[in-house]
T-cell receptor, first 113, second 113 residues
Framework: ETGVTQTPRHLVMGMTNKKSLKCEQH?????MYWYKQSAKKPLELMFV???????ENNSVPSRFSPECPNSSHLFLHLHTLQPEDSALYLC????????????FGSGTRLTVV | ELKVEQNPLFLSMQEGKNYTIYCNYS?????LYWYRQDPGKSLESLFV?????AVKQEGRLMASLDTKARLSTLHITAAVHDLSATYFC?????????????FGTGTRLKVLA
């Protein structure tokens, strides 16, 4: 365990379903991130939260909706996804000081059918 | 558009051999990170390089950063099978109020016994 916990580890959902991914950290970090990792593509930054405020939204389709209720928890709400959204979704956290790197969770493997 | 390019993308090498992975990036940054990812697992932090000329070593891996050339290298000495994984570099583009890394394409390393 890295200190960043993601649930579920695996998720299969239909295109009409609504589901949520959860990320939790108790490292005292104040920044949290969602990344998407697809086969044969670099990790894509999706969202950044700093002190519970969204500071980055990297042109992500509205079918992905993040939520950060407090500095320890981050959610990614999913609805009406497409098969091309199937990927590994990684959550990460970091202190607000530069130079400490990210701590990643184990990821949620999402399959859209 | 920022590009972070790693080469090679795939590397198959014999145990005991040396090799270098390169990470080139197209914008100014003075901080760079290296991560390792095993199949089906999350990303594990390897090195944090915080200034021009920084060099870090851990076991058989050594990383360096040349911010003027916008180049980082990850050198593998006397490879062993346990080093088989995918290695990512990440460029720190943190600005005031925003914390953001851009990841390279990854280098998939396979060490053959």
């Amino acid at each position: 365990e890295t200190g960043v916990t993601q649930t579920p580890r695996h998720l299969v959902m239909g295109m009409t379903n609504k589901k949520s991914l959860k990320c939790e950290q108790h490292l005292g970090h104040n920044a949290m991130y969602w990344y998407k990792q697809s086969a044969k593509k670099p990790l894509e930054l999706m969202f950044v939260y700093s002190l519970e405020e969204r500071v980055e939204n990297n042109s992500v389709p509205s079918r992905f909706s993040p939520e950060c209720p407090n500095s320890s928890h981050l959610f990614l709400h999913l609805h009406t996804l497409q098969p091309e959204d199937s990927a590994l979704y990684l959550c990460a956290s970091s202190p607000l000081l530069r130079g400490y790197g990210y701590t990643f969770g184990s990821g949620t493997r999402l399959t859209v059918v | 558009e920022l590009k972070v390019e790693q080469n090679p993308l795939f590397l198959s090498m014999q145990e005991g051999k040396n090799y270098t992975i390169y990470c080139n990036y197209s914008t100014t940054s003075d901080r760079l990170y290296w991560y390792r990812q095993d199949p089906g697992k999350s990303l594990e932090s390897l090195f944090v390089l915080l200034s021009n000329g920084a060099v870090k070593q851990e076991g058989r891996l050594m990383a360096s950063l040349d911010t003027k050339a916008r180049l980082s290298t990850l050198h593998i000495t006397a490879a062993v099978h346990d080093l088989s994984a995918t290695y990512f570099c990440a460029v720190d583009l943190t600005t005031s109020g925003t914390y953001k890394y851009i990841f390279g394409t990854g280098t998939r390393l396979k060490v053959l016994a």
